[in-house]
């Protein structure tokens, strides 16, 4: 069984600060992939940032970053120069299994807010 | 076009009524899937189709129904539910269902649900 863990319900950041946005990880698949998504109010889920098990490198998108530590089993999002636009829930998934179909397993989700 | 278009985006409904809500994707994918969001919950996986083929059906009641009439469309068929079935119904669809780990999944708006 797969289990995603969000320790923090909301957090806080100032406009252009970097934020950190926790996310550990439990599977005993050996391949698995980890995802980040943004959800505004208005409900649509965002993809912002994939993170293969294997990937030696932390992936990279623009603003975002995956702080990838593989003992650990976790993968935190990292976002700098935070924007007003980036206030949403912010969701950690993983991607894994082994009944020869593979789905998504969210976090309970993190809700960021910037502040001007 | 990376959009999956979902329809109607609100909808209100009594408990005897018969409703649909409709899903589509022409990004190619053979994965399709419907969620169901509960207010400040993560996403919950309801169904999954893979090739118009039902996969997965995550235990949901009979009184939600889903049906995949081509690859590009997706639709939940809604009869007698309970309020507690109010919330936000997500689509979404990937490449496959498969053991991909880098399949990313996206989604649609949303419909928001009321059961009155």
């Known amino acids: 069984a797969q289990k995603i863990t969000q320790t923090q319900p909301g957090m806080f950041v100032q406009e252009k600060e970097a934020v950190t946005l926790d996310c550990t990880y439990d599977t005993s698949d050996p391949s698995y992939g980890l995802f980040w998504y943004k959800q505004p109010s208005s409900g649509e889920m965002i993809f912002l940032i994939y993170?293969?098990?294997?990937?030696?490198q932390n992936a990279t998108e623009g603003r975002y970053s995956l702080n990838f530590q593989k003992a650990r089993k976790s993968a935190n999002l990292v976002i700098s120069a935070s924007q007003l636009g980036d206030s949403a829930m912010y969701f950690c998934a993983m991607r894994g299994g082994n009944s020869g179909y593979s789905t998504l397993t969210f976090g309970k989700g993190t809700m960021l807010l910037v502040s001007p | 076009d990376t959009e999956v278009t979902q329809t109607p985006k609100h909808l209100v409904m009594g408990m005897t009524n018969k409703k649909s809500l409709k899903c589509e994707q022409h990004m190619g994918h053979r994965a399709m899937y419907w969620y169901k969001q509960k207010a400040k919950k993560p996403p919950e996986l309801m169904f999954v189709?893979?090739?118009?083929?039902?996969?997965i059906n995550e235990s949901v009641p009979s009184r939600f129904s889903p049906e995949c009439p081509n690859s590009s469309l997706l639709n939940l068929h809604l009869h007698a539910l309970q309020p507690e079935d109010s919330a936000l119904y997500l689509c979404?669809?990937?490449?496959?269902?498969?053991?991909?780990?880098?399949?990313?999944?996206?989604f649609g708006q949303g419909t928001r649900l009321t059961v009155v």
């Open positions: 993170q293969g098990s294997y990937d030696q």
């Open positions: 189709y893979s090739y118009e083929k039902l996969s």
């Open positions: 979404a669809s990937s490449q496959d269902a498969g053991q991909n780990m880098n399949t990313e999944a996206f």
